[in-house]
């Protein structure tokens, strides 16, 4: 009788063993600390990686991968850049064909050249 008793107790240890890891697998993972942080690191650094893809399609616009936009960003890249009215970023020298065209450009450098237009679009 006792015996029979402890192996039926043997069961349920052997149910409940089953049970409680599955149960925990069901748990949600926790999440990420700082959800909004994370955002903005990864849109800061799409942002980045962006400025820089720009930065080296206009570079090859002129025919040579110089870092030298030698084309005025601030006509779409038609006209061509001075030596006397330039721009750097990003270790970019950028050219443009006016004063005009520079200080345009330069008021944000950076939404300008993520907004700069190519000859082919
Ligand atoms: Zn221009």
């Known amino acids: 009788m006792i015996s029979r008793m402890a192996r039926c107790w043997g069961c349920w240890l052997v149910v409940g063993a089953l049970l409680v890891p599955a149960g925990c697998k069901k748990e949600e993972p926790a ?7 994370a955002l903005a690191e990864k849109a800061a650094e799409v942002g980045e990686t962006t400025v820089a ?4 399609r206009a570079d090859k616009v ?3 991968e110089d870092k030298v936009v030698s084309k005025c960003a ?5 006209m061509d850049g ?9 270790g970019y020298t950028l ?3 006016s004063a005009e ?4 450009f330069a008021a944000d450098t950076t939404k300008s050249i993520l907004e700069m ?5």
Request: aromatic share 4%.
């Open 101 to 104: 065209c520079k200080d345009r």
């Open 31 to 37: 999440e990420p600390a700082s959800p909004i942080g």
């Open 82 to 90: 001075s030596p006397d009215h330039t721009l750097n970023a990003e």
């Open 74 to 78: 601030g006509c779409a890249l038609a």
């Open 117 to 121: 237009n190519f000859p082919e679009d």
């Open 62 to 64: 002129d025919g040579a």
């Open 95 to 97: 050219r443009f064909c």
């Open 53 to 56: 893809a720009v930065l080296v």
